[in-house]
């Protein structure tokens, strides 16, 4: 069973960029497909960005298209980022690490369809 841990959230301003990292262990990193999710106070949680497991395929909301980068390191770290540029208030949330080894990419777009989540880091876009 895989565990994932999520890094690099904090405070920005408007503009600015922060870069996300999802370290997993206990799992075979590349047969799992990764994804990020993300929730704001009072708000469900919505689909953000998920990558296939050899990274070849990738899936972005609409909202952080051409903002937003995922990546990932199936050689030595197994590790997942999100890069994140151009950051506006509204993408002020909780962001969450999510990995299916069974569902694709595509699919991880529901977060029904996710098997495993990380606890979450805070991601704060001052205006």
């Known amino acids: 069973q895989v565990q994932l841990v999520e890094s690099g959230g904090g405070l920005v301003q408007a503009g600015g960029s922060l870069r996300l990292s999802c370290a997993t262990s206990g799992g075979t990193f590349r047969s799992y497909a990764m994804g990020w999710f993300r929730q704001a106070p009072g708000k469900e949680r919505e689909f953000v960005v998920s990558?296939?497991?050899?990274?070849?395929?990738?899936?972005y909301a609409d909202s952080v298209k051409g903002r937003f980068t995922i990546s990932r390191d199936n050689a030595a770290k197994n590790t997942v980022y999100l890069q994140m540029n151009s950051l506006k208030p509204e993408d002020t949330a909780v962001y969450y690490c999510?990995?299916?080894?069974?569902?694709?990419?595509?699919?991880?777009?529901?977060?029904?369809?996710?098997?495993?989540w990380g606890q979450g880091t805070q991601v704060t876009v001052s205006s």
């Open positions: 990558i296939s497991k050899i990274g070849d395929r990738t899936y």
């Open positions: 999510a990995a299916d080894s069974v569902r694709t990419a595509q699919a991880m777009t529901i977060s029904s369809n996710v098997g495993y």
